[in-house]
Every structure is written in structure tokens, then in C-alpha cells.
């Protein structure tokens, strides 16, 4: 299984991104998929995730009200868009996918079992 990610770049705080994730080698009918970040010199922490009914979603506080998840899981195709980017957004995002059927979505990197290789957002002022 592999995620490929994409959309990362460089944008002026107050603006948007919009980064996308597609699955190859499997899909994930019954399970979720995650968007995670970290930024330099922390540790990699949950975003937001989405199972599979589209309205199954969860956020951490801090991107509530800005960033929406969205996709398909059946598809395995799931996309972030990041709206009113502060500094402090900046970091490196990876897409991943859990394997597990699970009735909420894991917040926790031990939850999901394939991650994709990361692309890297930077907010400037």
C-alpha cells in the first residue's frame, strides 16, 4: 500500500492550501484516514481524520472552524483544506490510513498502519 501526497508549498499567513492523498494497493471501505503534522523539533500530531461515511470527521482544537477534511475512503482518496494559515501551521503533513474498523477515529500515530511520505507547508508572515 502506498499514499502519495500532495499540495504542499509555501503561503502568507491568512491564506489557503489544499493538499490531496490518494491510496494505490488498497482501499479502505470500513476504516479511516488521517491527516497528521509535525513541525520541526515535535512531534508528529494528529490533524484531522475522516472514516468512511463522509460525515464521520474529527479535528484537533487547533484546526477547528479552518481546515476541512473531505474524501472518499472507498477510494482511498482524501484531501485537507487548510483555510486562515497561521506560523504556526507550519509543518510537514502526512496522510495515513488505519486498517482496523473502529467505531471513532484514532488520534494517535499507533493507530494507523500506512503513511504516506509527507509534503511540507510553510506559512510566512
Known amino acids: 500500500v502506498q499514499l502519495q501526497a500532495s499540495g504542499g508549498g509555501l503561503v502568507q499567513a491568512g491564506g489557503s492550501l489544499r493538499l490531496s492523498c490518494a491510496a494505490s494497493g488498497r482501499t479502505f471501505s470500513r476504516s479511516y484516514m488521517a491527516w497528521f503534522r509535525q513541525a520541526p523539533g515535535k512531534e508528529r500530531e494528529f490533524v484531522a481524520a475522516i472514516g468512511w461515511n463522509a460525515t464521520m470527521t474529527s479535528y484537533t482544537d487547533s484546526v477547528k472552524g479552518r481546515f476541512t477534511i473531505s474524501g472518499d475512503t472507498t477510494k482511498g482518496i482524501v484531501d485537507l483544506q487548510m483555510n486562515s494559515l497561521k506560523l504556526e501551521d507550519t509543518a510537514v503533513y502526512y496522510c495515513?490510513?488505519?486498517?482496523?474498523?473502529?467505531?471513532?477515529?484514532?488520534?494517535?500515530?499507533?493507530?494507523?498502519?500506512?503513511w504516506g511520505q509527507g509534503t511540507l507547508v510553510t506559512v510566512s508572515s
Open positions: 495515513a490510513a488505519d486498517r482496523s474498523v473502529r467505531l471513532r477515529a484514532g488520534v494517535r500515530k499507533r493507530d494507523y498502519d500506512y
